[in-house]
């Protein structure tokens, strides 16, 4: 049970940790101290949404289709490989950097509703959450609770990491370095899934 749960920590944690719109979003509102509640609470409920339907949705779809659970094991190692080779080329090429001081202040309504667009209409967290998290998660059909409990805890501990440690994160945040290091970390930890998908048993 420990393993599923941390397999899903794991991997919920590093799908979450790529530079992005989203992420960039929650900072700069942790960096002003504005919405900061809300903005972690919708980031981390819109996840733990799409999770509950990855984790249990494809465990449904699987059963109906059972050659569905093996097929989508090759294809989300293969993604894995390929999005880990993408951060390894990330590190290496270096120069990424995020000012998340940038911008205008915003109301409660507008930065939910901005929150929400980036959220939930990005076709990218359809692919994380529903279709790899759900594919790896089949590996852990028999502790399926556990493996939703690691990704969902993982979503919740990175957004109100980011929001309220901003002012922490933000001195690393704006250094191409910390970048580097970062990219390198969330490659070397998909690569490891991807191993676990193939090789596991």
């Known amino acids: 049970m420990f393993g599923a749960f941390t397999t899903g920590f794991g991997l919920g944690f590093s799908l979450i940790l790529a530079i992005g719109a989203q992420n960039a979003f929650v900072l700069k509102q942790g960096l002003r101290r504005e919405h900061v509640l809300p ?4 980031c981390a409920i819109s996840d733990a949404i799409l999770i509950t339907v990855g984790v249990f949705g494809f465990a449904a779809l699987t059963e109906w289709l059972p050659g569905l659970a093996p097929l989508m094991r090759w294809l989300g190692a293969a993604f894995l490989l390929v999005y880990g080779a993408l951060s390894f080329r990330r590190a290496l090429a270096g120069g990424e950097a995020l000012d998340p001081a940038q911008g205008a202040a915003t109301s409660l309504r507008a930065a939910l509703l901005f929150c929400l667009a980036i959220t939930w ?4 967290v359809y692919l994380d959450t529903v279709v790899l998290i ?5 590996r852990h059909a028999d502790q399926a609770g556990a493996f939703w409990a690691g990704a ?7 957004f109100f990491s980011l929001g309220y440690g ?3 994160l933000a001195p690393l945040m704006v250094r191409p370095r910390a970048w580097q290091v970062l990219e390198l970390g969330i490659g070397c930890v998909m690569w490891a899934i991807a191993y676990s998908l193939v090789f596991g048993h």
């Open 39 to 42: 903005i972690v609470l919708t």
């Open 121 to 124: 209409g990005n076709p990218h």
């Open 134 to 138: 759900g594919s790896v998660a089949s």
């Open 152 to 158: 969902v805890a993982a979503s919740f501990t990175f």
């Open 166 to 168: 901003a002012r922490l």
